[in-house]
Protein backbone atom coordinates (compact mmCIF):
# COMPACT_ATOMS: atom_id res chain seq x y z
CA UNK A 1 0.00 0.00 0.00
CA UNK A 2 2.60 2.24 0.97
CA UNK A 3 4.62 1.39 -1.98
CA UNK A 4 1.99 1.97 -4.39
CA UNK A 5 1.50 5.51 -2.67
CA UNK A 6 4.77 6.38 -2.85
CA UNK A 7 5.03 5.46 -6.71
CA UNK A 8 1.90 7.24 -7.65
CA UNK A 9 2.96 10.49 -5.98
CA UNK A 10 6.56 10.05 -7.54
CA UNK A 11 5.23 9.74 -11.01
CA UNK A 12 2.59 12.75 -10.24
CA UNK A 13 5.71 14.90 -9.88
CA UNK A 14 7.39 13.83 -12.20
CA UNK A 15 5.52 14.12 -14.94
CA UNK A 16 2.99 17.10 -13.96
CA UNK A 17 6.14 18.92 -11.65
CA UNK A 18 9.13 18.31 -13.63
CA UNK A 19 7.90 17.67 -17.05
CA UNK A 20 9.35 14.16 -17.12
CA UNK A 21 7.91 12.14 -19.96
CA UNK A 22 5.39 9.44 -19.33
CA UNK A 23 8.44 6.73 -20.01
CA UNK A 24 10.82 8.33 -17.93
CA UNK A 25 8.44 9.21 -15.20
CA UNK A 26 7.08 5.82 -14.91
CA UNK A 27 10.47 4.26 -14.76
CA UNK A 28 11.66 6.50 -12.11
CA UNK A 29 8.51 6.16 -9.99
CA UNK A 30 9.19 2.33 -10.21
CA UNK A 31 12.39 1.89 -8.78
CA UNK A 32 11.87 4.84 -6.25
CA UNK A 33 9.50 2.83 -4.51
CA UNK A 34 10.08 -1.08 -5.28
CA UNK A 35 12.82 -0.73 -2.54
CA UNK A 36 10.24 -0.30 0.09
CA UNK A 37 9.10 -3.75 -0.24
CA UNK A 38 12.48 -4.62 1.35
CA UNK A 39 11.84 -2.48 3.97
CA UNK A 40 10.54 -4.73 6.49
CA UNK A 41 13.36 -7.52 5.95
CA UNK A 42 16.13 -5.61 4.65
CA UNK A 43 16.09 -2.08 5.65
CA UNK A 44 19.60 -1.23 5.28
CA UNK A 45 20.16 -2.80 1.39
CA UNK A 46 16.82 -2.08 0.94
CA UNK A 47 17.84 1.65 1.13
CA UNK A 48 20.99 1.37 -0.38
CA UNK A 49 18.91 0.47 -3.71
CA UNK A 50 16.65 3.51 -3.11
CA UNK A 51 19.93 5.76 -2.80
CA UNK A 52 20.73 4.30 -6.28
CA UNK A 53 17.31 5.12 -7.77
CA UNK A 54 17.40 8.48 -6.37
CA UNK A 55 20.97 9.28 -7.57
CA UNK A 56 19.87 8.38 -11.22
CA UNK A 57 16.49 10.03 -10.69
CA UNK A 58 18.66 13.39 -9.74
CA UNK A 59 20.80 12.71 -12.85
CA UNK A 60 17.29 13.10 -14.93
CA UNK A 61 15.34 15.33 -13.47
CA UNK A 62 18.54 17.82 -13.78
CA UNK A 63 17.93 18.17 -17.19
CA UNK A 64 13.74 18.50 -16.73
CA UNK A 65 11.81 21.10 -18.13
CA UNK A 66 10.25 22.50 -15.04
CA UNK A 67 13.80 22.12 -12.86
CA UNK A 68 13.43 26.01 -11.35
CA UNK A 69 11.26 26.15 -8.81
CA UNK A 70 10.87 22.86 -7.75
CA UNK A 71 12.44 21.07 -5.18
CA UNK A 72 16.30 20.34 -5.43
CA UNK A 73 17.98 17.49 -5.44
CA UNK A 74 15.44 15.19 -4.00
CA UNK A 75 11.65 15.44 -5.13
CA UNK A 76 8.75 14.92 -2.45
CA UNK A 77 8.06 11.67 -2.90
CA UNK A 78 12.01 10.67 -2.48
CA UNK A 79 11.79 12.97 0.92
CA UNK A 80 8.17 10.46 1.75
CA UNK A 81 10.18 7.14 1.03
CA UNK A 82 13.64 7.90 2.03
CA UNK A 83 12.19 9.00 5.57
CA UNK A 84 10.59 5.52 5.44
CA UNK A 85 13.47 3.43 5.05
CA UNK A 86 15.15 5.47 7.77
CA UNK A 87 12.81 4.41 10.18
CA UNK A 88 12.98 1.18 9.37
CA UNK A 89 16.76 1.32 9.06
CA UNK A 90 17.41 2.85 12.54
CA UNK A 91 15.19 0.03 14.10
CA UNK A 92 17.26 -3.18 12.99
CA UNK A 93 20.97 -1.59 11.66
CA UNK A 94 24.22 -0.64 14.81
CA UNK A 95 25.30 2.62 14.77
CA UNK A 96 27.96 2.43 12.66
CA UNK A 97 25.46 1.70 9.75
CA UNK A 98 23.51 4.72 10.84
CA UNK A 99 26.52 7.03 10.58
CA UNK A 100 27.41 5.68 7.02
CA UNK A 101 24.11 6.37 5.93
CA UNK A 102 23.20 9.57 7.34
CA UNK A 103 26.56 10.67 6.05
CA UNK A 104 26.13 9.27 2.42
CA UNK A 105 22.36 10.88 2.25
CA UNK A 106 23.91 14.33 3.83
CA UNK A 107 26.98 14.51 1.23
CA UNK A 108 25.02 13.10 -2.09
CA UNK A 109 22.28 16.03 -1.70
CA UNK A 110 24.68 18.88 -0.61
CA UNK A 111 26.86 17.76 -3.90
CA UNK A 112 23.64 17.26 -6.06
CA UNK A 113 22.49 20.50 -4.96
CA UNK A 114 25.78 22.75 -5.81
CA UNK A 115 24.83 21.79 -9.35
CA UNK A 116 21.96 24.18 -9.30
CA UNK A 117 22.93 26.65 -6.79
CA UNK A 118 19.86 29.35 -8.49
CA UNK A 119 17.44 26.48 -6.97
CA UNK A 120 15.92 27.89 -3.60
CA UNK A 121 13.81 24.91 -2.21
CA UNK A 122 16.64 22.71 -0.87
CA UNK A 123 15.16 19.08 -0.46
CA UNK A 124 18.87 18.15 0.60
CA UNK A 125 18.50 20.31 4.06
CA UNK A 126 15.09 18.87 4.59
CA UNK A 127 16.28 15.39 4.02
CA UNK A 128 19.35 15.65 6.09
CA UNK A 129 17.58 17.24 8.97
CA UNK A 130 14.55 15.13 9.43
CA UNK A 131 16.35 12.30 8.18
CA UNK A 132 19.19 13.02 10.97
CA UNK A 133 16.62 13.02 13.67
CA UNK A 134 14.89 9.90 12.81
CA UNK A 135 17.95 8.03 12.89
CA UNK A 136 19.05 9.39 15.89
CA UNK A 137 16.11 9.21 17.71
CA UNK A 138 15.76 5.42 15.81
CA UNK A 139 19.38 4.21 16.94
CA UNK A 140 18.53 5.30 20.76
CA UNK A 141 15.62 3.60 21.11
CA UNK A 142 16.71 0.27 19.92
CA UNK A 143 20.05 0.49 21.87
CA UNK A 144 17.94 1.20 24.93
CA UNK A 145 15.41 -1.52 24.13
CA UNK A 146 18.47 -4.17 23.63
CA UNK A 147 19.69 -2.82 26.79
CA UNK A 148 16.51 -3.73 28.57
CA UNK A 149 16.66 -7.19 26.46
CA UNK A 150 20.44 -7.69 27.57
CA UNK A 151 19.39 -6.75 31.73
CA UNK A 152 16.62 -9.05 31.85
CA UNK A 153 18.92 -11.66 30.61
CA UNK A 154 21.36 -10.90 33.34
CA UNK A 155 18.62 -10.81 35.43
CA UNK A 156 17.20 -14.06 34.64
CA UNK A 157 20.69 -15.56 34.85
CA UNK A 158 21.17 -13.91 38.45
CA UNK A 159 18.30 -15.09 39.54
CA UNK A 160 19.41 -18.77 38.48
CA UNK A 161 22.89 -18.50 39.74
CA UNK A 162 21.06 -17.23 43.13
CA UNK A 163 18.18 -20.09 42.92
CA UNK A 164 21.40 -22.65 42.40
CA UNK A 165 23.54 -20.92 45.31
CA UNK A 166 20.33 -20.99 47.88
CA UNK A 167 19.97 -24.88 46.61
CA UNK A 168 23.62 -25.91 47.17
CA UNK A 169 23.44 -23.87 50.58
CA UNK A 170 20.86 -25.66 52.13
CA UNK A 171 22.24 -29.11 51.19
CA UNK A 172 25.22 -28.15 52.49
CA UNK A 173 23.78 -27.04 56.03
CA UNK A 174 21.34 -30.05 55.93
CA UNK A 175 24.96 -32.28 55.66
CA UNK A 176 25.67 -30.66 58.38
CA UNK A 177 22.79 -31.44 60.52
CA UNK A 178 23.16 -34.90 59.57
CA UNK A 179 26.63 -35.31 60.74
CA UNK A 180 25.30 -34.71 64.14
CA UNK A 181 22.89 -37.45 63.37
CA UNK A 182 25.17 -40.15 61.74
CA UNK A 183 27.98 -39.57 64.24
CA UNK A 184 25.71 -40.80 67.53
CA UNK A 185 24.99 -43.81 65.36
CA UNK A 186 28.50 -44.39 64.39
CA UNK A 187 29.71 -43.57 68.04
CA UNK A 188 26.94 -46.60 69.18
CA UNK A 189 28.99 -48.76 66.74
CA UNK A 190 32.30 -48.25 67.89
CA UNK A 191 31.10 -48.46 71.30
CA UNK A 192 29.43 -51.75 71.29
CA UNK A 193 32.00 -53.59 68.83
CA UNK A 194 34.68 -52.98 71.56
CA UNK A 195 32.74 -54.00 73.87
CA UNK A 196 31.28 -56.72 72.56
CA UNK A 197 34.19 -59.61 73.30
CA UNK A 198 33.23 -58.39 76.98
CA UNK A 199 29.73 -58.52 77.09
CA UNK A 200 29.67 -61.98 75.59
CA UNK A 201 31.04 -64.87 76.98
CA UNK A 202 32.59 -67.12 75.13
CA UNK A 203 33.44 -64.97 71.69
CA UNK A 204 35.75 -66.90 69.69
CA UNK A 205 39.51 -65.04 68.33
CA UNK A 206 37.48 -64.93 64.91
CA UNK A 207 34.83 -63.35 66.29
CA UNK A 208 36.87 -60.75 68.33
CA UNK A 209 39.32 -60.23 65.16
CA UNK A 210 35.69 -59.17 63.33
CA UNK A 211 34.80 -56.81 66.22
CA UNK A 212 37.46 -55.07 66.23
CA UNK A 213 37.62 -54.71 62.57
CA UNK A 214 34.09 -53.34 63.09
CA UNK A 215 35.40 -51.01 65.74
CA UNK A 216 38.39 -49.61 63.50
CA UNK A 217 36.09 -48.96 60.19
CA UNK A 218 33.90 -47.21 62.79
CA UNK A 219 36.74 -45.04 64.28
CA UNK A 220 38.10 -44.27 60.45
CA UNK A 221 34.57 -43.54 58.93
CA UNK A 222 33.76 -40.70 62.11
CA UNK A 223 37.49 -39.42 61.47
CA UNK A 224 36.82 -38.70 57.74
CA UNK A 225 33.30 -37.48 58.77
CA UNK A 226 34.98 -34.72 61.01
CA UNK A 227 37.32 -33.63 57.63
CA UNK A 228 33.76 -32.97 55.86
CA UNK A 229 32.41 -31.45 58.40
CA UNK A 230 35.31 -28.92 58.70
CA UNK A 231 35.18 -28.22 54.64
CA UNK A 232 31.17 -27.79 55.37
CA UNK A 233 31.14 -25.53 58.42
CA UNK A 234 31.82 -21.96 58.06
CA UNK A 235 33.40 -20.26 60.39
CA UNK A 236 30.07 -18.30 61.86
CA UNK A 237 28.55 -22.04 62.64
CA UNK A 238 28.23 -21.78 66.57
CA UNK A 239 24.39 -22.31 66.02
CA UNK A 240 25.31 -25.73 64.06
CA UNK A 241 27.17 -27.27 67.13
CA UNK A 242 24.32 -27.05 69.20
CA UNK A 243 22.49 -30.19 70.01
CA UNK A 244 19.88 -30.57 67.00
CA UNK A 245 16.23 -30.33 67.64
CA UNK A 246 13.39 -32.62 67.39
CA UNK A 247 9.90 -33.00 67.84
CA UNK A 248 10.31 -32.17 71.65
CA UNK A 249 11.13 -28.61 70.01
CA UNK A 250 7.66 -28.00 68.11
CA UNK A 251 6.17 -26.74 71.22
CA UNK A 252 8.45 -24.11 72.16
CA UNK A 253 8.62 -22.90 68.56
CA UNK A 254 5.00 -22.32 68.17
CA UNK A 255 4.71 -21.07 71.50
CA UNK A 256 7.39 -18.14 70.51
CA UNK A 257 5.68 -17.26 67.11
CA UNK A 258 2.44 -16.93 69.55
CA UNK A 259 3.78 -14.25 71.81
CA UNK A 260 5.01 -12.44 68.91
CA UNK A 261 1.47 -11.82 67.41
CA UNK A 262 0.87 -15.05 65.26
CA UNK A 263 -2.38 -16.94 66.19
CA UNK A 264 -1.45 -20.74 66.17
CA UNK A 265 -2.78 -24.08 67.51
CA UNK A 266 -0.54 -27.18 67.58
CA UNK A 267 -1.92 -30.67 67.15
CA UNK A 268 0.58 -33.44 67.78
CA UNK A 269 -0.95 -36.72 67.59
CA UNK A 270 -0.77 -38.55 70.60
CA UNK A 271 1.12 -41.77 68.46
CA UNK A 272 3.69 -39.36 67.71
CA UNK A 273 4.18 -38.90 71.51
CA UNK A 274 3.66 -42.29 72.44
CA UNK A 275 6.07 -43.30 69.81
CA UNK A 276 8.63 -40.62 69.81
CA UNK A 277 11.51 -42.55 71.10
CA UNK A 278 11.20 -45.33 67.79
CA UNK A 279 10.93 -42.15 65.57
CA UNK A 280 14.57 -41.98 63.53
CA UNK A 281 16.24 -38.71 64.59
CA UNK A 282 16.65 -37.86 61.15
CA UNK A 283 12.92 -37.69 60.78
CA UNK A 284 12.92 -35.59 64.01
CA UNK A 285 14.97 -32.92 62.58
CA UNK A 286 13.44 -33.03 59.48
CA UNK A 287 9.93 -32.13 60.88
CA UNK A 288 11.08 -29.28 63.07
CA UNK A 289 12.97 -27.48 60.68
CA UNK A 290 9.78 -28.13 58.08
CA UNK A 291 8.09 -26.36 60.61
CA UNK A 292 10.27 -24.04 61.62
CA UNK A 293 10.61 -22.94 57.57
CA UNK A 294 6.87 -22.65 56.63
CA UNK A 295 6.20 -20.81 60.13
CA UNK A 296 8.64 -18.21 59.31
CA UNK A 297 7.33 -18.19 55.57
CA UNK A 298 3.58 -17.46 57.42
CA UNK A 299 5.65 -14.62 59.14
CA UNK A 300 7.25 -13.14 56.33
CA UNK A 301 4.35 -13.08 53.63
CA UNK A 302 0.66 -13.59 55.96
CA UNK A 303 1.83 -11.52 59.62
CA UNK A 304 -0.68 -12.04 62.14
CA UNK A 305 -2.53 -15.17 60.27
CA UNK A 306 -4.34 -17.48 62.16
CA UNK A 307 -2.36 -20.65 61.56
CA UNK A 308 -2.51 -24.27 62.17
CA UNK A 309 0.46 -26.90 62.99
CA UNK A 310 -0.37 -30.72 62.98
CA UNK A 311 2.11 -33.56 63.12
CA UNK A 312 0.63 -36.98 63.48
CA UNK A 313 1.38 -40.47 62.00
CA UNK A 314 -0.80 -41.88 59.66
CA UNK A 315 -3.04 -44.87 60.62
CA UNK A 316 -0.85 -47.56 59.30
CA UNK A 317 2.13 -45.77 60.89
CA UNK A 318 4.14 -45.72 58.04
CA UNK A 319 4.34 -42.01 57.69
CA UNK A 320 4.98 -38.74 59.83
CA UNK A 321 2.68 -36.06 58.51
CA UNK A 322 3.54 -32.59 58.79
CA UNK A 323 1.23 -29.83 58.50
CA UNK A 324 1.55 -25.85 58.53
CA UNK A 325 -1.46 -23.88 57.24
CA UNK A 326 -2.85 -20.09 57.57
CA UNK A 327 -5.39 -18.33 56.69
CA UNK A 328 -5.46 -14.97 54.98
CA UNK A 329 -3.79 -12.24 57.31
CA UNK A 330 -6.37 -9.79 59.02
CA UNK A 331 -4.14 -6.94 59.41
CA UNK A 332 -0.43 -6.71 59.05
CA UNK A 333 2.76 -6.86 61.99
CA UNK A 334 6.18 -6.10 62.24
CA UNK A 335 8.62 -8.58 61.47
CA UNK A 336 9.45 -11.35 63.76
CA UNK A 337 12.70 -13.09 64.28
CA UNK A 338 12.54 -16.81 63.88
CA UNK A 339 15.87 -17.92 63.90
CA UNK A 340 14.77 -20.11 60.07
CA UNK A 341 17.85 -20.73 57.84
CA UNK A 342 15.97 -17.83 55.07
CA UNK A 343 15.98 -20.49 52.82
CA UNK A 344 11.84 -21.17 52.58
CA UNK A 345 9.97 -23.90 50.67
CA UNK A 346 13.60 -24.97 49.24
CA UNK A 347 14.74 -26.09 52.23
CA UNK A 348 11.19 -27.81 53.01
CA UNK A 349 11.78 -29.52 49.30
CA UNK A 350 15.25 -30.47 49.67
CA UNK A 351 14.62 -32.33 53.01
CA UNK A 352 11.63 -33.94 52.31
CA UNK A 353 13.27 -35.29 48.61
CA UNK A 354 16.15 -36.85 51.05
CA UNK A 355 13.70 -39.17 53.23
CA UNK A 356 12.32 -39.52 49.79
CA UNK A 357 8.80 -38.29 51.06
CA UNK A 358 6.42 -35.81 49.38
CA UNK A 359 6.00 -32.06 49.41
CA UNK A 360 2.81 -30.45 48.55
CA UNK A 361 2.50 -26.82 48.93
CA UNK A 362 -0.31 -24.32 47.44
CA UNK A 363 -2.88 -21.71 48.20
CA UNK A 364 -5.95 -22.94 50.42
CA UNK A 365 -9.81 -22.03 49.42
CA UNK A 366 -10.14 -19.36 52.16
CA UNK A 367 -6.93 -17.75 50.24
CA UNK A 368 -4.28 -18.58 52.97
CA UNK A 369 -1.77 -21.09 52.11
CA UNK A 370 -0.72 -24.50 53.43
CA UNK A 371 2.37 -26.87 53.62
CA UNK A 372 2.00 -30.78 53.97
CA UNK A 373 5.35 -32.75 54.12
CA UNK A 374 4.88 -36.69 54.29
CA UNK A 375 8.18 -38.30 55.65
CA UNK A 376 8.11 -42.37 55.27
CA UNK A 377 9.07 -43.81 58.32
CA UNK A 378 10.52 -47.07 59.60
CA UNK A 379 8.21 -50.20 60.63
CA UNK A 380 6.73 -49.24 64.02
CA UNK A 381 4.73 -50.64 66.53
CA UNK A 382 1.26 -50.42 65.78
CA UNK A 383 -1.32 -49.38 68.31
CA UNK A 384 -3.58 -52.07 70.22
CA UNK A 385 -7.01 -51.94 69.82
CA UNK A 386 -9.42 -51.75 72.64
CA UNK A 387 -11.54 -54.80 73.18
Known amino acids: MLTALIGTLGFRTMFHGYGVGVASAVLLAAVQSAPLLLAVTRPLQAWWIMMAADLASCAVLFHAPRL ?8 PAVILGQLVLLVAVARRERRSALVAVWVVLTSSGLAIAAASPHNRDRGDVLLAVVGGGILLV ?31 EERARIARELHDVVAHHMSVITVQADSAPYRIPGTSAAAQEEFAAIAVA ?12 GALRGEDSDDERRPQPGLNGVPHLVEAIARAGVPVNLV ?88 GGALETGPTLDGGFQVTARLPLPALPRKESNT
Open 268 to 355: LDEGVVELKELIPPIVELSAYRIVQEALANVVRHAPGARTRVEVELLPDRSCLTVLVANATPQHSSGSLETSSTGQGLVGIRERVRLL
Open 138 to 168: GGVLRERHEALQRLGEQQLIAQSERARHTLL
Open 218 to 229: ARQSLSEMRILL
Open 68 to 75: EGNSWPWP
